[in-house]
Every structure is written in structure tokens, then in C-alpha cells.
């Protein structure tokens, strides 16, 4: 079985949220199971990229806004990725250093497709399945299934993943000119209250459609910025698969990010180096509880109850420690750095992304803060709990599905609300766990035992494919 997954984002080559992880993941484990997974994303100009031997296998041309682009495809071929990966560049539209952020991201998004498409016709290319990753790819269920110049794909199976359906894509009706040449009795499938909608149209058009959690899937029933009853009326080819995490390169056993490497047996002494570490680097008491944020400083992980919710907990609670790793809103990045000179020693932050530092606080921190309101997986979780730290969630989308409060014979901390008030009162029980030595110990051993790996899902996504 041949797969091709086409996708904005993938690690190690462009990352902004999880996205990037699951594609850079669920190949590799597809490719363990005896399917061949390639990967087909842009081409950016950062220095990922620009580091790697890139070699040019295809090239071909497009027509978008009545403008001709050039498109070149290019192999990359490096030890870090462990499947089939190409590039698709397309000069003064894709080669930019951000992912996103433009003003002409439609016109990005739709180039992409135009050039993936003409490739595989143009190089008599054949898939079992073509599987489209979030609403930047959305439109490619649509075009091969009803645009005149993609025809002879129209059989072959497609999947959308709704990854965050917060997040469609929508532009206006007047661009329907810029789309290639189809049957305009078609045209409402496009639509989508009022504008062309990529990701409902790839929900209407693909062969089957899932969530990246099963919990996300039913929520999104209720609530999905618009989309709730398309998806309850295609909900006969709609399916939550949990995402897993990539075990080899998460792996506290190994990971070369840390200070000093453990398992589930050497999990005290480990863990209390990698603490010393951050402890040391950002002022903290090494003997009290450290609870740790990592993530974007937005809406959708209530990182605008954060500063509040550090404020009074630390006001609270003397004997605890907070540190938070991320970027996002500045009116929230502006709110915690104040809280530094408030609370010496006690809390600390680091605005941006630093990979081998996220590794760290999951290797360091006693907790880990995740009060999303949204969540359609989250990876986060999984990390913390392969590396002995113990999560404080709220019950929504893929925290629901992963995380069992520990008043129930589970391992981490739940709450149903996204409040100041909620995450107050689970910092307090974290606390007391922290205090409770036998038990905390016990549950970090508990936790990395638990497997998250990406094997399961994978072979559920391969047996979604064959019902197609």
C-alpha cells in the first residue's frame, strides 16, 4: 500500500504546533508496518532546510491568479527523516522562512495543491491513498474528484485529518476564477456559509475524515467554529484516532537533550538532575514542586488565565516553583514577565521556542500545566508522561482520552473548567501529591510505563485506508 501525505508542516523541516510532530511521525511508524508512506510539503528558505542535500526530480508549471509559477520538486535525503520526503518549491510563493503569516496564504495553500497534483500526473505517479493533512490541503479531495486537469486521479482515495478545526481556510467566492475549470453545478460543494470553505469542502469531498483524538471527534459535533452539523450529517465516514508520539526520538533512556538520562527503574535520580539543571539555569529550590507550562501563550491553552492563576498560587502556596516555556498573544507574554520580579525564585519564563529546553522541563518539572480549552490531541501530555511528570489537564478533546485523574486510580490531575480557579485548586493538588513521597514516586515509575508510541495508531489509520 502506497500512502502520500501532503502537509504544511513537518518535523524536523518546518514546525510551528503539533502538526509538524504527527507528520514527521506517523510515516515512519506507517513504513514499520509494511506500507510506504511519502511525505510532500513546501519548500522554505530556513535553515533546516538550507542545511540539506537537496536534489531536483521533477519540475513543471502552474497558471494561479493569471500568473505563471515555475515549480521545481526536490528529494531531501538525510538521516533524520526515515521516509520518502520532497520538497515543492515554487520561487516568490513558498520559499519563505515562516510557514505562515502571509498575506497571500490562499494563494500559497492553493499553489502548493496545483504543483502536488500536476506532479503526480505529470509523472504518472501512483497512490492507494492520497491523505491530506488540515485545511492548507483540504481542496484536494475537491479538485481530483471534480476539476477537468486532475481527472485521472478521480479514483484514487482520499482522507482529511482535521488536526485543529478551529482553523479552515475560508477565502472569498470572488477567487473561484483562480481554481482549475470544473462542472459549476459543483460549486456548492466549495461553499460553506457564505464563502469557499477548504476544510468543510474536504470533509464533503474525501473518502473518510478523522480527528486526531476520539474525544475531539464528538466534541466537534457540538462545536467546530461552524462546521458542527456538516460533520454530524457526514458522520458515517468520520472516525477519532488518538495521535501517538515518536518513542524513539522521546525516549528519556537516550534523549540527548538531557543532562543526564534515566528509565522508569533510575526515574528519582534522573529526573532530580535535569531539575537541578533547570533549577540552576532559572533560580528555582530544587526541593520544592516545579510545575511547568510549555506551549503556545493563546486562547485555546488558556494562557490568558495563566498570569492570574501563577499569582495567586504562588501567593498561596510559598513552597512551589512555575515555570513557563512558550510564545504567543503579547498582551499575555507582557503579563508574565512582570511576575519574574514579583515572585524571585519562584517563577521564570522563556518567551520563544527552544526545542532542547522543552525537553528539559519534560525531563525536569514534577508537573506539567496543560488547561486547554481546546486540545484535539495534544502531544504535550504524552511527553510529560513518558518522562515521569505528571500532567494537570482539563477533560476536553485528546486530554480526556490520555489522562486519568488520580482520585479516580489514575496518574494525573483533571479538571472539567477553564478558570483561574480550576487550575488554582489542581496546582494545590499537585502539591499535596508532591508531599505524599511513596505515592508520587510510584505514580512517575507508573507513567513511563505507559505506551503511547505511535504503532497502535498507526495501524489504525492503515485499516481506516483499506475501508476506503
Known amino acids: 500500500m502506497k500512502i502520500l501525505h501532503t502537509s504544511f508542516e513537518c518535523y524536523p523541516i518546518a514546525k510551528v504546533g503539533g502538526l509538524a510532530d504527527v507528520v514527521g511521525a506517523l510515516p515512519k511508524y506507517q513504513n514499520n508496518l509494511n506500507v510506504t508512506a511519502t511525505v510532500t510539503m513546501p519548500y522554505y528558505e530556513n535553515t533546516f532546510v538550507k542545511q540539506q542535500k537537496l536534489k531536483e526530480i521533477s519540475s513543471g508549471n502552474i497558471i494561479l491568479d493569471a500568473v505563471n509559477y515555475d515549480y521545481k520538486i526536490l528529494s531531501l535525503d538525510s538521516n533524520e527523516i526515515p521516509f520518502n520526503l520532497y520538497l515543492i518549491h515554487i520561487s516568490n510563493l513558498l520559499d519563505r522562512e515562516q510557514v505562515y503569516g502571509y498575506e497571500d496564504e490562499t494563494n500559497r495553500y492553493l499553489g502548493f495543491q496545483f504543483a502536488l497534483l500536476d506532479w503526480v500526473i505529470k509523472e ?16 484536494i479531495p475537491f479538485f481530483i474528484n471534480y476539476c477537468n486537469s486532475y481527472k485521472e486521479l478521480k479514483n484514487t482515495p482520499t482522507i482529511v485529518t482535521i488536526h485543529n478545526a478551529q482553523y479552515q481556510g475560508h477565502f472569498s467566492h470572488e477567487k473561484l476564477d483562480v481554481l482549475p ?3 459549476f453545478k459543483h460549486v456548492g460543494l466549495l461553499d460553506w456559509y457564505g464563502s469557499v470553505n477548504p476544510l468543510a469542502c474536504g470533509i464533503k469531498c474525501a473518502s473518510r475524515v478523522n480527528t486526531v483524538s476520539p474525544s475531539y471527534m464528538e466534541e466537534l459535533k457540538e462545536n467546530a467554529n461552524g462546521l458542527e452539523g456538516l460533520l454530524r450529517s457526514e458522520s458515517n465516514k468520520c472516525v477519532g484516532i488518538l495521535n501517538g508520539i515518536d518513542t524513539d526520538f522521546w525516549n528519556p533512556e537516550t534523549d540527548t537533550m538531557l543532562v543526564k538520562n534515566y528509565k522508569p527503574s533510575t526515574v528519582i535520580s534522573g529526573k532530580k538532575a535535569n531539575k537541578k539543571e533547570l533549577c540552576d539555569i532559572y533560580g528555582f529550590d530544587i526541593d520544592l514542586p516545579l510545575f511547568g507550562f510549555i506551549g503556545r501563550l493563546v486562547g485555546e491553552k488558556s494562557a490568558d488565565l495563566l498570569p492570574e492563576a501563577i499569582r495567586q498560587s504562588i501567593s498561596e502556596h510559598k513552597e512551589i516553583n512555575i515555570f513557563v516555556l512558550g510564545s504567543g498573544h503579547k498582551e499575555i507574554e507582557n503579563q508574565l514577565q512582570p511576575l519574574k520580579e514579583e515572585f524571585p525564585g519562584k517563577f521564570n519564563t522563556h518567551i520563544g521556542y527552544d526545542e532542547k529546553l522543552s525537553h528539559l522541563v519534560y525531563a525536569g518539572a514534577d508537573f506539567l500545566l496543560m488547561p486547554s480549552r481546546v486540545e484535539p490531541c495534544g502531544l504535550n501530555q504524552m511527553y510529560s508522561l513518558r518522562y515521569g511528570t505528571l500532567p494537570i489537564v482539563r477533560r476536553t478533546g485528546g486530554l480526556k482520552d490520555t489522562v486519568i485523574d488520580i482520585g479516580d486510580e489514575g496518574f494525573g490531575i483533571c479538571h472539567d473548567q477553564a478558570s483561574v480557579w480550576d487550575i488554582c485548586y489542581s496546582i494545590k493538588r499537585g502539591i499535596e501529591l508532591y508531599n505524599n513521597k511513596n505515592l508520587f514516586r510510584r505514580k512517575q515509575k507508573q507513567i513511563m510505563k505507559i ?8 495501524q489504525e489509520y492503515i485499516d481506516l485506508y483499506k475501508l476506503i
Open 181 to 183: 475549470a470544473f462542472d
Open 124 to 139: 504518472k505517479l501512483s497512490f492507494d491513498v492520497i491523505h491530506c493533512h488540515d485545511h492548507h490541503t483540504a481542496l
Open 451 to 458: 505506551d503511547h508510541s505511535w504503532t497502535k495508531s498507526a
